[in-house]
């Protein structure tokens, strides 16, 4: 399958990423169909033009219509989902996600699909602090990494259709992951990133900081606004890579925490010029 | 004393801070003089009207002229130099900062001081990830928390003609705080956080990470780039205070890397419910 104009694109799950990566379809000329559980999400999105059709009940018909699927459900959704209803799917049919954990999910569905269809896994590396499709943009996409998850059953042909989705969607660097790969990187550069904000914010409790921030602090905290129930499924669902990040973290700053308290100025100095050295890393991509 | 334009300005140390104090003083249409122990700055301060003069070594007739002093340098050289120089202020001269840290400083300044010329000590909460007056900027003030630091030293005239300063430089909101607050709370808000965005760089060499991170991994680790000379100073300096601030953090911290490895769901939703609610606060300032 090459990723023409007249393919049926059909998203399940109408929130934010769900409604921006429609939104982004649909303005590139795609067909676009989304399902919602809810009635809002659903006449929202038709009345601000991110989808052509929508249905907050499952539409069977709609599914074996749909050419490529993809999934902006919480993990575990994602799977009962796909048990109850893959029977409806087109053959050649390409279902993607845009998950936040891979390898907890990506084995289990690929056992339980048809043969006839593939899924093949990615993960969009953006976000924003609001949710649902009324705060959806297909601008979130623009420049963002963008991972590709496939395993040894993913073929070619799939892996190109999803790269070329993120194309599509305006993503800068489009990279390519083993499961595992992917759950190392995400629980060190988004996980551990969370953690750290939600634990920060839950160590003082002075209404009165609000008069003495200064930028450094609301930007290392924005994230601390957070989606509780996504992420503790997310943090769970990757338990074992977070947890050998949290501790590697907890090591450093330790360390750090004894240099402070030995006037260690010098090893201070030493972890700032590496620090620094790294962020730069960041600044010229 | 009130200010008056006629009022000379004289800020000594021209980087960053110093810098964009005395533009946004200069816009204001105060007369500024600036210092600095190399040539460069002045030049380039003068030739782009940051300044109306400036000398790279101590001009002890400027001093003599100047009625608002603004010291913007490292907190140990600020007490050196007025050791050296406050001979030649004038009677009744103000003199404030720009120190990061406050106890280690103000009282031994205040001690050390003339009773003729008042010191009061601030701290505008703004800052770059750049250095050097070329990137000084008068907008690094617009808005930013502006604090006043006073002592029982201190008098009224010398704290109304400090909060002046902070609204001449479109400071958004002006708050005053003891020493001893001022550093629990810079403690908490700009040293833990600098620490955490430290520790997290130095906890993964994978320069590949450049490729997968979104958003909150960049913002959360922007301060890493850090001037490590001026920063080691400032957490040595507020030692007791930022051990405290760090040793509360690990533990916060710990306890939610226990509740992953617990599958403690609840309680990861009831720290990131209290982290959602309090960074509430700092959207609504």
């Known amino acids: 399958m090459e990723i023409s104009k007249d393919k049926n694109i059909l998203i399940v799950g109408l929130g934010l990423m769900g409604g921006s990566f429609a939104k982004g379809m649909r303005n590139q000329g795609f067909h676009v169909c989304g399902f919602a559980r809810r009635k809002e999400p659903i006449e929202f999105a038709l009345a601000n033009g991110i989808i052509d059709e929508g249905y907050s ?51 289990d569905m690929q056992a339980i699909l048809r043969d006839d269809v593939e899924f093949i896994a990615a993960h969009p590396m953006c976000g924003r602090e609001v949710y649902g499709v009324e705060n959806s943009t297909e601008k979130m996409f623009i420049g963002a990494n963008y991972i590709v998850v496939p395993t040894d059953k993913n073929t070619e042909n799939g892996i190109e259709i999803c790269k070329e989705l993120g194309r599509l969607l305006g993503a800068g660097k489009i990279s390519v992951l083993s499961p595992e790969e992917h759950d190392e ?5 988004s996980q551990l990133t969370h953690c750290i904000a939600v634990a920060l914010m839950n160590s003082s409790d002075n209404h009165n900081l609000v008069n003495y921030t200064g930028d450094s602090f609301r930007d290392l905290t924005r994230i601390a606004r957070i ?10 669902l990757n338990k074992e890579a977070l947890i050998k990040q949290m501790d590697t973290f907890i090591d450093v700053f330790k360390n750090m925490r004894d240099m402070v308290q ?23 991509k």
């Open 57 to 107: 009940e499952v539409n069977t018909d709609a599914i074996s219509r749909a050419d490529i699927l993809v999934f902006a459900l919480y993990p575990k959704a994602f799977l009962e989902w796909m048990d109850k209803y893959q029977q409806y799917l087109k053959p050649g049919a390409i279902i993607t996600d845009v998950t936040g954990v891979k390898s907890c999910i990506v084995y």
């Open 185 to 189: 990187m995400i629980g060190f550069v």
């Open 227 to 236: 989606n509780e129930n996504m992420w503790s499924e997310l943090f769970l």
């Open 262 to 284: 030995n006037d260690d100025r010098e090893g201070l100095c030493d972890m700032m010029r590496i620090s620094t050295e790294r962020r730069g890393w960041f600044d010229n």
